[in-house]
C-alpha cells in the first residue's frame, strides 16, 4: 500500500488513534475518526488531534486528561 493510497483514521475507546488502509476493516474496539486522506494527511490530522498519545485511562488517572 503505498502513502498516497486513501487511509482512514481509527480511534478506540482509549483516544488512541491508529492510520489504516481505507479498506481495512476496523476491529473490534475501534471505530472511524471522521477521517480519511492519503497517509501523510492523516498524520497530520492524527498530529492535530491526539497532541497527548498516552491512553485516555493514564491521563485521567493522573488528573492531565
Known sequence: MTRTAPHRVL???E???AIVPAHFTAPDGWHEAGFEGD???C???VDAHWPDIRP???REAT???
Open 15 to 17: 483516544e488512541q488513534h
Open 43 to 45: 498524520e497530520r490530522w
Open 11 to 13: 480511534v478506540n475507546d
Open 39 to 41: 497517509a501523510e494527511a
Open 56 to 58: 485516555r485511562s493514564v
Open 63 to 65: 488528573g492531565r486528561s
